[in-house]
Antibody, heavy 114, light 110 residues
Framework: QVQLQESGPGLLKPSETLSLTCSVS????????WSWVRQPPGKGLEWIGY???????NYSPTLRSRFTILIDPSKNQFSLKLTSVTAADSAVYYC????????WGQGTLVTVSS | QTVVTQEPSFSVSPGGTVTLTCGLS?????????PSWYQQTPGQPPRTLIY???IRSSGVPDRFSGSILGNKAALTITGAQADDESDYYC??????????FGGGTKLTVL
């Protein structure tokens, strides 16, 4: 059974850098693409970007500049980094399997507040 | 920027049939967009109902079905039940290693 689990800080101050990790079990990173999705409170889902096993990655054209997705096959994890966060980045962040998401993690709430 | 369109809201009577659609701001949706459909209730992660246009995820009742209707992807719920009242999202692969979600449809069963 595929399981994905997000981890990272729940509260950041404006201008800080958000780092989230997705730990994957029950599936090999090498066999699939891996995505990050976010959902601001009360709003819809937003695809952030994806990576494959080799590190090939791409991002939503509307979000590209501040996000970085990395993969660490040795730990069966992939990660998301977002620089210079603002209140508008407050959201539930999900990791998922597939460039079009299939299996999802439970999500982690990130709040940006001074 | 590619926009994926969904009806903002829809209502269906219990036992009725409803079809939600997922379109592209420019062009037609095909199986090459690998349409997926998700159901989400408040406080829960999305649940994948349909992937690759018409394949039901494990455990999804067969009253949920996916298809291409005209130039859009479609999710049809046959015999709607009260607990189908949820937000429904679609996602499409739009090329260039990019996927996009629709804005979601709020389905009311009444």
């Amino acid at each position: 059974q595929v399981q994905l689990q997000e981890s990272g800080p729940g509260l950041l101050k404006p201008s800080e850098t958000l780092s989230l990790t997705c730990s994957v079990s029950g599936a090999s990173l090498s066999s699939y693409n891996w995505s990050w999705v976010r959902q601001p409170p009360g709003k819809g889902l937003e695809w952030i970007g994806y990576t494959d096993y080799s590190g090939k990655r791409n991002y939503s054209p509307t979000l590209r500049s501040r996000f970085t997705i990395l993969i660490d096959p040795s730990k069966n994890q992939f990660s998301l980094k977002l620089t210079s966060v603002t209140a508008a980045d407050s959201a539930v962040y999900y990791c998922a399997r597939g460039r079009v998401p299939g299996y999802w993690g439970q999500g982690t709430l990130v709040t940006v507040s001074s | 920027q590619t926009v994926v369109t969904q009806e903002p809201s829809f209502s269906v009577s219990p036992g009725g049939t409803v079809t939600l659609t997922c379109g592209l701001s420019a062009g037609s949706v095909s199986t090459k967009n690998y349409p997926s459909w998700y159901q989400q209730t408040p406080g829960q992660p999305p649940r994948t109902l349909i992937y690759r246009t018409y394949i039901r995820s494990s455990g999804v009742p067969d009253r949920f079905s996916g298809s291409i209707l005209g130039n859009k992807a479609a999710l049809t719920i046959t015999g709607a039940q009260a607990d189908d009242e949820s937000d429904y999202y679609c996602a499409l692969y739009v090329g260039g290693d990019i996927s996009v979600f629709g804005g979601g449809t709020k389905l009311t069963v009444l």
